[in-house]
C-alpha cells in the first residue's frame, strides 16, 4: 500500500526558464481544460485545496510543480507532480495562445525529468478528436525511459454500460472519480510503478 506522506506547491512557470531544477522524476498531466486535473491531483495526494481549479477553462496558463513525499514498505520515495496548462481553451487572444503552446510544447519534449504523461479523458467524451491527436502526438514524441498513461476522470458520472463500452475500446485505461475517490488508489500505485517499478 502507497501512502502519501507530504504534498506540497513548489512554484509556477510560464517558461522553460522559470522551471524547477531537473533530477526529481516527474509526471506531466495533460488534458482539455475542463478534465478536472486539479481536483485529480487533490485526490491523488489527498490534499484538498493542494491545486486551485478554475471555474473558467483554459484560466490557468501556467505550469505548475508540486513535490509529493510517498511511503510504501517503510521506504520514502520522492516525486515531482506538473499541473500543465490545459488544451482546447478560448477566449486568449491568438498571439497569447501562440506563446503559451509554443512554451507548453517546449516543455513537454525537452524536460528530461518526465518520466510519466498522463493523459487526462472526461470518461463521458471518451472518443473526441482532440484527445486522440494528443495521444499520437504523446506516442511520437515519448522517450524509451518515459511512459503514457491514459486515465479516464469523472467515473461517477458513467452508466455502467457506458464504462464497458470505454473497457472495451481501451483495455489499459483506468477509470477515476476525484469526488468518490474510486479509482484513485489504482491509479497512484499505477503512477508509482511507472517511477520506481524497477527500485524495489
Known amino acids: ?30 488534458g482539455r481544460s475542463n478534465v478536472g486535473k486539479s481536483s485529480i491531483i487533490n485526490a491523488l495526494t489527498n490534499k484538498k485545496g493542494l491545486a486551485k481549479s478554475s471555474s473558467t477553462p483554459g484560466k490557468t496558463r501556467l505550469i505548475n510543480f508540486f513535490q509529493i513525499v510517498l511511503a510504501k514498505d517503510e ?23 501562440e506563446e503559451w503552446q509554443k512554451n507548453l510544447t517546449t516543455y513537454i519534449q525537452k524536460r ?13 467524451h471518451p472518443f473526441l478528436e482532440i484527445d486522440q491527436a494528443v495521444h499520437t502526438y504523446l506516442q511520437e514524441i515519448v522517450r524509451a525511459d518515459q511512459h503514457i498513461l491514459r486515465i479516464f476522470t469523472k467515473l461517477d458520472k458513467l452508466k ?3 464504462i464497458s463500452v470505454i473497457k472495451k475500446n481501451y483495455p ?11 479509482g484513485i488508489d489504482k491509479a497512484l500505485e499505477a503512477i508509482f510503478e511507472t517511477l520506481f517499478g524497477d527500485q524495489e
Open 172 to 182: 489499459c485505461a483506468l477509470l477515476v472519480s476525484s469526488s468518490s475517490k474510486k
Open 75 to 97: 521506504k520514502t520515495y520522492h516525486m515531482q507532480l506538473v499541473d500543465l496548462p490545459g488544451f482546447g481553451y478560448a477566449r486568449v487572444s491568438h498571439s497569447l495562445k
Open 112 to 124: 528530461v525529468s518526465i518520466r510519466t504523461f498522463v493523459h487526462l479523458i472526461d470518461s463521458r
Open 1 to 30: 500500500m502507497i501512502k502519501v506522506k507530504d504534498a506540497f506547491f513548489v512554484k509556477s512557470a510560464s517558461k522553460m526558464e522559470e522551471t524547477t531544477p531537473e533530477g526529481m522524476s516527474e509526471v506531466a498531466f495533460i
Open 160 to 162: 455502467q454500460s457506458e
